[in-house]
């Protein structure tokens, strides 16, 4: 059956949005309106003539309003096959009337667990009668028409406007994928809360996810991947999906997934002093804080101009009108911040390919949460690298104690180790990363491509010497052999920050030692893969 004219509307909403405004489309129509409690309420408070629907199904709402639509005369007006003569008998028998359009959107679930409600309010706001009318009208999609999202309420009265007061299958085929999509996210989101919040399961046994497109992207890593942003449904924290974008051409997966590595590292500096993160393929190039945004971004600059050129740059404060000046001096594909003022979103106007994106705020690094990866044929799951180091906890292991800014600088190099793909290796001296040695297949490559980028960074400046003369040097997972903490002595730093347990532990710090170095062992370490 392709068109159905519409006689009856079951609505009943706890979202009123554009609710008035319907019911008159559809009284215009001459479409008969059954409602429920507070929406049989707004209704008539808008002058429409409204049947409640326990004069329909002659029960009354009862056991404060958790029964009132599970009634025959509700589920057969909505399941009746309308050819079927079978069905056409017992609804004739039982005075049971068609329902051909349901509006229906449900209790506030996820709404109520954002504000902290308590449990019983919680458990309260499932919704029963509502995910069951909207499966029942959306599995009889074929005769009845189901709405669930304010946002579709034209689609369906432009549809009756022009269709002399008639839906078409092609419309109503719609709206039921939408409506089984509704349920399945709502049904989600109280199986996430039982499991993760009520039952405290980091890893049920069955982990719904459901997730809202967000936009369709260019292409994927390369361009004959398509590809596509999802955003959680239900109650979640911001992030680089909800940053307002500013200006710029649209943000590439590639885009997506840099900004996402330079703001997660930017927000581990969220409450320190200004701070500045450029980001190349997903891996830090360079890091630095500072008295001001300009002298942070300066000095992470100056760790690797080559590659920061076409970066993504993360600051974690508001831009003015001067830092805008400074990171517009060179190609840059995006930049972050909390905020942007008047004169720096002027001066960034005039890059149009460049993507200005606006956070609000830096999200929290300790935060609670899990990190999917798909692999053939499943997922792996696993908690956030949330992990936090206590320097008190420390443990020193060599003969000499780091110097208090030693200590400072093992500590800076070992929040962007953090962050760079292993095997990792990080030089940082004075607030600023000297040298950064990424993703090698041994850690003695990494030392020494981390140096060498040192020199040409030094040379680029016109330094005397390479910044990672007196440096701190830190190593995301343990130094297996001496050979990689003896790139590191030759390269000129004094201290070093690392996990410690190798079998080679002794070797590693009698090298160590010898070398008049201080080494400090974390018992964390970041492998970033």
């Not at 129509?29 to 329909?56: C, F, I, M, P, Q």
């Not at 449904?233 to 996402?260: C, F, M, T």
């Not at 990190?371 to 908690?383: C, E, N, P, R, T």
């Not at 830190?474 to 201290?495: C, I, N």
């Amino acid at each position: 059956m392709n068109e159905v004219k519409i006689a009856r509307a079951l609505l009943s909403v706890s979202d009123k949005t554009g609710l008035a405004d319907l019911g008159r489309a559809l009284a215009r129509h001459g479409v008969e309106l059954v409602s429920t409690g507070g929406t049989a309420k707004a209704l008539r408070e808008a002058g429409l003539a409204v049947r409640d629907v326990s004069d329909l199904t002659g029960f009354p709402e009862m056991m404060d309003g958790r029964v009132k639509t599970l009634h025959p005369k509700v589920h057969g007006g909505l399941l009746a096959v309308r050819d079927n003569e079978e069905h056409a008998a017992a609804m004739a028998e039982h005075e049971i009337g068609a329902i051909d359009l349901v509006v229906v959107n449900l209790y506030p679930f996820a709404e109520t667990v954002a504000r902290g409600a308590g449990r019983d309010e919680i458990i309260e706001n499932i919704d029963i009668g509502g995910p069951s009318m909207v499966r029942s009208a959306a599995k009889n999609h074929a005769f009845v028409a189901i709405v669930t999202d304010p946002a579709d309420y034209a689609k369906v009265t432009d549809a009756m406007d022009h269709n002399d007061g008639m839906t078409s299958l092609d419309l109503r085929k719609y709206l039921a994928a939408k409506a089984f999509s509704a349920t399945a996210a709502y049904d989600s989101m109280i199986s996430q809360w039982f499991g993760f919040a009520d039952q405290a399961q980091m890893f049920p046994d069955t982990l719904p996810l459901v997730l809202q497109r967000g936009k369709d992207l260019r292409y994927g890593e390369n361009p004959h991947q398509k590809a596509a942003l999802y955003l959680p449904v239900g109650p979640h924290g911001r992030g680089i999906a909800q940053a307002e974008q500013v200006q710029g051409k649209e943000l590439s997966y590639n885009n997506y997934n840099d900004a996402d590595a330079a703001l997660e590292l930017v927000a581990e500096y969220r409450d320190s002093g200004p701070a500045c993160v450029i980001v190349k393929h997903a891996n830090p190039c360079g890091v630095a804080t500072g008295n001001s945004l300009l002298q942070a971004y300066q000095d992470a600059l100056a760790c690797d101009s080559v590659s920061a050129f076409g970066g993504i740059i993360a600051l974690n404060a508001p831009l003015t009108g001067e830092e805008a000046e400074a990171i517009s001096s060179i190609f840059t594909e995006v930049v972050i911040a909390p905020d942007a003022d008047a004169e720096a979103r002027q001066v960034f106007a005039r890059k149009k390919n460049l993507r200005l994106l606006l956070t609000g705020d830096l999200p929290d690094p300790g935060r609670p949460g899990l990190s999917l990866k798909s692999i053939a044929g499943g997922y792996l799951v696993q908690s956030r690298d949330n992990g936090r180091l206590d320097r008190h906890a420390l443990k020193v292991v060599t003969q000499r104690a780091p110097t208090d800014q030693e200590l400072e600088d093992c500590l800076f190099a070992w929040t962007v180790a953090k962050h760079v793909k292993s095997n990792a290796i990080v030089y940082a001296k004075g607030g600023a990363t000297a040298g950064i040695g990424a993703g090698q297949m041994n850690r003695l490559e990494s030392a020494r491509i981390a140096a060498w980028k040192a020199k040409d960074a030094a040379g680029k400046a016109g330094w005397d010497q390479p910044r990672t003369i007196g440096s701190a040097v830190a190593s995301d997972a343990f130094f297996p052999f001496a050979d990689g903490l003896l790139a590191a002595v030759e390269a000129g730093a004094t201290a070093v920050i690392q996990p410690g347990g190798s079998i080679r532990d002794e070797e590693v710090i009698a090298a160590a030692d010898a070398a008049g170095l201080a080494m400090v062992f974390t018992g964390m370490r970041h492998f970033r893969h």
